[in-house]
């Protein structure tokens, strides 16, 4: 994963700090509808289950929170109860990179090594699209701020160069007719949308 540019729109860049703060409350809201018989849903991320989403979320929460604060890895979470762990170690991670400094450092990603500013760019457009994900399994609505939406549309295709990895983040397939923002980034990472 190279360098990416920032998220633009009419008047500037939107800071990453306040991406995370306009995709929060969606993703929050999604979590906190997930009942604990709902876990092993399937999701339209070929590789996840409901569950599984969680604790990639947690996991990459936990080593990215790290990583911005310039540590070394740290031990694996415990994924236990993913409900619970969801909420505090994402909560880490907006603190970790809202410490000063943390985001003109360069992190180790998986991708290799890259500004710390795009990749948490990077960690916005993998929440949004895995918020939609748990959402679409769950079946609540996620509707994250639709002007973020559109901006990560712009954002997704240069920061997927090759990472499309058949999982994950599949080739890009085709949004329905009247497809909202957040479906159509679904789309564009390999989601299948009804």
Do not use: Y
Not at 20 to 37: M, R, S
Not at 85 to 99: H, N, R, T
Not at 159 to 172: C, K
């Amino acid at each position: 994963m190279g360098a990416v540019a920032p998220i633009e729109t009419n008047g500037g860049t939107v800071d990453v700090l306040h991406q995370f703060e306009l995709v929060g409350p969606a993703l929050g809201g999604v979590v906190a509808g997930i009942t604990p018989d709902q876990l092993d849903n399937a999701t339209p991320c070929a590789k996840f289950t409901v569950r599984g989403v969680l604790e990639h979320m947690i996991g990459g929460a936990t080593m990215f929170a790290a990583a911005f604060r310039g540590e070394e890895a740290p031990a694996e979470p415990d994924v236990t109860d993913p409900l619970g762990a969801f909420g505090p170690c994402l909560g880490g991670l907006v603190a970790a990179i809202s410490q000063p400094g943390a985001l003109d450092r360069t992190v180790e990603s998986p991708g290799g090594p890259m500004p710390a500013r795009d990749f948490a760019q990077f960690i916005v457009l993998d929440g949004t699209v895995h918020g939609w994900d748990m959402a679409t399994a769950t079946g609540q609505v996620f509707d994250p701020d639709p002007a973020l939406v559109e901006l990560l549309l712009g954002f997704a295709g240069p920061a997927l160069e090759g990472m499309r990895d058949g999982d994950t983040f599949a080739e890009a397939t085709e949004a329905p007719p009247g497809a909202t923002p957040i479906q159509r980034l679904a789309a564009l990472t390999g989601r299948t949308v009804a």
